[in-house]
């Protein structure tokens, strides 16, 4: 075993041009003696290009800002920056050229008063009580009465107009600097679309009929477009909150996934989808997946565990689309965690092929998953291939 | 290959960059920001598997790194104290989403730029472009799911030669282990993936 490890190592560093001399020989007279050993190589070099062909991802435009924006918040400061924090008010920013207008019509204000103050009659003319009620242009409000608000409120907006306060710089005033969107607001986003989705489960299955009185029977759920909203109460008793994202690929294109549902009937392809999930308590248990037990290995790495070889056969294909008429794609998406699991699969070919496809996600359909155990929590994966389905011998 | 006088050149750079950032000038540190953040947004992404999650975590790379500048020393690059930092947090953030019940998740909305396109794209479109698309995103994920089932020690690891082409000394200086390490932890990983992926191998 350990000469095996070694052997293993000894590839690994090779393939990466990481060996001494000495090794370097020892691994290519491995490689040209030992098929084997020749065999395993080949498949790491092949692991190897596939990541080197993954696409370097860029980060979000919005980063640098972000940083930059909270940097203003956590940086260490500066003398400088001490300095300014010093002379700006704690309250919301206001420009230098309003404190000025303030201070300007303030002593305006002030020598007018000393001025002519002590001698005029009073600016305000007491009320003139006729019919009981304040007469107008007069400033008589209670405290707190709408009327001395809007008197206060023009009183404000003409110390602004005077100081040459913009509209913008009122807005500044009286709001706090808009903060930038936090991430949980993306979570409200994600609400705010699923409220554009059907209010009720039975709306989001509208275009399913065909497959309801079927799924009714068992403990599955038939959705073409769900949301947030239109998760059954049911998952989310057993499962406590579910993530919207996991269903966004439904959120995303719901119109889309419509037409492929069949809503256009120009399309040519046919979709069968399910849900299914199981609880850690094995309730419902509708699905069987053939993961070792106690494993943790995601059982859906491996079509052939789970597909069952009854009634119909598969030739897998590969990745892609379909192709030709006998051809189907089939997605499968799992959530396994220690609470309970979320199987999501979804068939999809041509449309004159629908028969088969039915039977198909039946099929698939009928297997049960066993919980995960281990030190994962939580694993979702993403799968899909293309098969040519074919009746069983 | 970078020469050795090219090595040094960058290193000087750097050291220079770092010390106009420790004297309080932000446009030098919005230069770092521009100059790492794509490498730290990929990391945290092949870690988390989530852009969100990676594009929070890169925010919170930054930050650490402009409050621990003053503790950057320039035995090593600027790059590799930075994926350690940010291989650090990654690891925080990955044993805070496990207590908290969200472990990685790679689905078909892991659509971190415009080179990932929503799988659903390419459900019903069988030209040769969204399909390569649709492959490329497939790969993408199936990669990231056997990464997913390798420890926490071998992932860093195969991310770090596999993904972002480190050598072994730089991993062995990035992560604090020696390179006999990097070498054991690097084939015991790759073998898991080789395991995992062998249908698409």
Wanted: hydrophobic letters at 40%.
């Amino acid at each position: 075993v350990k000469d095996k490890e070694k052997i293993i190592e000894l590839l690994s560093a090779y393939l990466d041009g990481e060996v001494n001399d000495e090794e370097r020989a020892l691994a290519e007279r491995l490689l040209a003696e030992d098929s084997e050993a020749a065999e395993y190589y080949n498949r790491l070099s092949r692991a190897s290009g596939l990541f080197n062909g993954l696409e370097p991802l860029t980060a979000p435009p919005s980063l640098h800002h972000k940083v930059m924006k909270r940097l203003g918040v956590h940086k260490s400061p500066g003398l400088a920056f001490r300095i300014r924090q010093l002379v700006r008010p704690k309250v919301a920013p206001v420009p230098l050229l309003t404190y000025a207008g303030v201070v300007v019509v303030i002593a305006v204000g002030m020598v007018y008063l000393i001025t002519f103050g002590l001698m005029q009659e009073p600016l305000i003319t007491p009320p003139t009580q006729t019919t009981g009620k304040p007469a107008a242009g007069t400033a008589t409000e209670t405290e707190g009465s709408p009327q001395k608000s809007e008197a206060r409120e023009a009183e404000r907006f003409a110390l602004g107009a005077a100081a040459g306060e913009t509209d913008a710089d009122k807005a500044r005033i009286e709001q706090p600097e808009a903060e930038e969107e936090p991430a949980g607001d993306r979570a409200a986003e994600r609400e705010t679309t699923g409220a554009a989705m059907p209010a009720s489960p039975a709306e989001g299955y509208a275009a399913e009929t065909r497959h309801e009185a079927r799924e009714e029977a068992r403990p599955t759920i038939t959705a073409a477009a769900r949301s947030r909203a239109a998760v059954p109460d049911r998952i989310e008793a057993e499962l406590g909150p579910i993530e919207p994202s996991y269903f966004t690929a439904d959120q995303r294109e719901p119109e889309k996934l419509a037409e492929a549902e069949g809503g256009d009937p120009a399309s040519q392809f046919y979709v069968s989808e399910t849900v299914t999930y199981i609880t850690e308590r094995g309730e419902p248990a509708t699905l069987d997946v053939s993961a070792p037990p106690g494993s943790d290995a995601n059982p859906l790495s491996d079509p052939s565990t789970f597909l069952p070889p009854r009634f119909l056969s598969f030739e897998f294909i590969g990745s892609g689309v379909p192709q030709r008429s006998d051809e189907v794609q089939v997605f499968v998406e799992s959530h396994i965690s220690r609470t309970g699991s979320i199987i999501y699969m979804r068939v999809i070919g041509q449309r004159s092929n629908a028969a088969l496809i039915e039977d198909l996600a039946d099929r698939l359909f009928s297997t049960r998953l066993i919980p995960a155990r281990g030190e994962q929590d939580s694993v979702s994966v993403f799968y899909s291939f293309v098969a040519v389905i074919k009746p069983a011998h | 290959v970078a020469t050795a006088e090219e090595k040094q050149g960058r290193l000087e750079e750097e050291r220079e960059l770092v010390e106009r950032c420790l004297k309080g000038d932000q446009s030098s540190f919005a230069e770092m920001v521009r100059r790492f953040q794509n490498m730290v947004f990929n990391l945290a992404y092949n870690f988390l598997g989530n852009p969100q999650e990676a594009e929070d975590l890169s925010q919170e790379v930054f930050l650490k790194v402009f409050r621990s500048l003053n503790s950057f020393r320039s035995d090593s690059t600027l790059k590799t104290w930075i994926y350690r930092i940010t291989t650090n947090m990654a690891f925080n953030r990955i044993k805070w989403l496990r207590r908290r019940g969200r472990n990685r998740q790679i689905s078909i909305d892991s659509n971190p730029s415009e080179e990932l396109p929503p799988m659903s794209d390419s459900l019903a479109d069988d030209a040769p472009g969204p399909e390569r698309k649709a492959r490329s995103v497939e790969i993408r994920i199936r990669l990231m799911a056997a990464l997913d089932a390798l420890s926490d020690e071998q992932k860093a690891v195969v991310i770090l030669r596999d993904v972002e082409g480190m050598s072994y000394e730089e991993i062995a200086e990035t992560l604090g282990i020696n390179i006999g390490t990097v070498k054991s932890r690097l084939a015991r990983g790759r073998a898991n993936i080789q395991d995992t992926m062998r249908d698409m191998l």
